[in-house]
């Protein structure tokens, strides 16, 4: 066998994969019609038919209620911004606290600290990297007003136990479901599980338009309360007739023409596309299976997982040898991967430092909040071991891979994991 890359040796993969491109012919016929409407946006930040946006917007989300089967979808520019919404409209305040995960992208607790309200992290189970109920459960104080649970990497957290818990101590729970569209939990599909379900379409996810976001929800003064918060709400609540103030705040949240026109050709294409990433992993995780250092995607039973990337664990303890050692290798022989996926969120400035808004420490120290949050080094230990040790992840959104690199990709894993003592050899000396 050759050399390791980075020792000196040929890489395996000489011509990067073929980055995976979206957007077709549907997608710049969409875009040409609505430009030569000259409508690129049709709301009004006011009572009345427009409050609700333009033809496309509608047609887009009307697609969304009939594709998942609920009641109300409600697009915006980003599932950040729906974030901050489903935060809103569930009324959630200063002194609340909102359970989470530490393991998400980092909006999934800034929309908490948004309304002023405390986040608080409860670990995640090693093999699906979602949220572990039994740690949400130890978390729950009298100030825990929700949970906001990411079905993180394409794979559903486990609703049997969190509604169970939700119910039992009467939380709202908001499904972050940026990474999982058509991921299934014992028949049902993940985002439409909870009070409110957030779908991303930033480029990076399975579809995109550049930017938005799509709330799903079967509550009809949810929906109401999203679309109000996404459109200037203060504006529009007296002539609505709207009694309940709470969070009326609004925001310029709203969903353009264009990129809606690009949301009902994408969602066209969302079970192929979600179809062809089961595939590859599919095929990724049988090639993988043989490397006795590495742990390929657990699927629970009963589950669809829809890789938003392809997750593998190290197993570190059994060699002297750093992940970002295995990395750097991988790297050098032409792979794009990451180590860890992102550092828990408590450890960032924002948390360790407790300043959120201004210079005097709220929310944390806002004199509503009656709790006592902790953001210490080794609070959620799993999380910890997969961002410092053990994850490695392969953006299988990204690329379109198939055939012959499925195999480069296989040789490049066993060239690397077969020659693990050259490493760390070299780390010795
Ligand atoms: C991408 C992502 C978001 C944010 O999505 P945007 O549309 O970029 O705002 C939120 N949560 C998770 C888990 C994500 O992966």
Redesign the pocket.
């Known amino acids: 066998m050759d050399r390791l890359a980075i020792l000196g040796g040929p890489p395996v993969i000489k011509k990067p994969f073929p980055r995976y491109n979206h957007i077709g012919q549907e997608e710049i016929n969409a875009v040409n019609r609505v430009l030569q409407t000259g409508v690129l946006s049709n709301f009004l930040a006011r009572w009345g038919e427009r409050f609700y946006g333009g033809k496309e917007v509608l047609a887009h989300e009307k697609m969304w209620e009939e594709k998942f089967n609920v009641k109300h979808a409600i697009s915006m520019n980003?599932?950040?911004s729906c974030?901050y919404a489903a935060i809103g409209a569930i009324g959630v305040g200063p002194g609340d606290e909102v359970i989470v995960s530490p393991f998400?992208?980092g909006?999934?607790a800034t929309a908490i600290l948004i309304y002023n309200a405390i986040p608080v992290f409860a670990d995640i189970e090693p093999k699906t990297f979602n949220m572990d109920p039994d740690a949400i459960e130890k978390k729950i104080t009298s100030y825990t007003k929700a949970i906001v649970v990411?079905n993180?990497f394409g794979h559903s957290a486990n609703y049997n136990r969190i509604k169970s818990i939700a119910k039992k101590h009467n939380l709202k729970i908001i499904e972050?479901n940026?990474?999982a569209p058509l991921a299934e939990y014992h028949g049902a599909l993940a985002g439409t599980i909870g009070d409110i379900g957030v779908f991303?379409?930033?480029y990076?996810?399975h579809i995109q338009t550049g930017?938005?976001?799509v709330c799903l929800t079967n509550d009809d003064e949810l929906a109401d309360r999203l679309c109000l918060i996404r459109n200037h709400a203060e504006g529009a609540v007296e002539s609505k007739g709207v009694t309940n103030l709470i969070n009326m705040i609004g925001f310029n949240f709203r969903f353009g023409e264009i990129e809606s026109a690009i949301g009902i050709e994408q969602l066209k294409k969302l079970d192929r596309l979600v179809h062809s990433r089961i595939e590859i992993a599919d095929k990724l995780s049988s090639r993988l299976s043989d490397i006795e250092e590495i742990q390929t995607p657990f699927v629970e039973p009963g589950c669809k997982h829809v890789y938003y990337v392809f997750p593998i664990r190290y197993k570190h303890r059994m060699k002297p040898l750093h992940r970002d050692r295995i990395v750097d290798a991988l790297k050098a022989e032409g792979l794009t991967f990451g180590g860890g996926y992102v550092q828990p969120l408590y450890l960032k400035p924002i948390f360790q430092k407790q300043i959120g808004y201004g210079d005097k420490g709220c929310p944390f120290s806002c004199s509503f909040y009656k709790g006592t949050v902790d953001y210490s080094k080794g609070l959620c230990p799993v999380a910890e071991e997969m961002f410092f040790h053990s994850l490695l992840v392969f953006p299988i959104c990204n690329f379109e891979i198939a055939g012959e690199n499925i195999d480069l990709f296989s040789e490049a894993f066993h060239k690397v994991f077969s020659q693990l003592d050259e490493l760390i050899h070299r780390e010795e000396h």
Request: hydrophobic content about 35%.
């Open positions: 980003s599932a950040t974030l998400t992208m909006a999934t990411p993180i972050d940026a990474q991303s379409l930033n990076h996810k930017e938005g976001g």
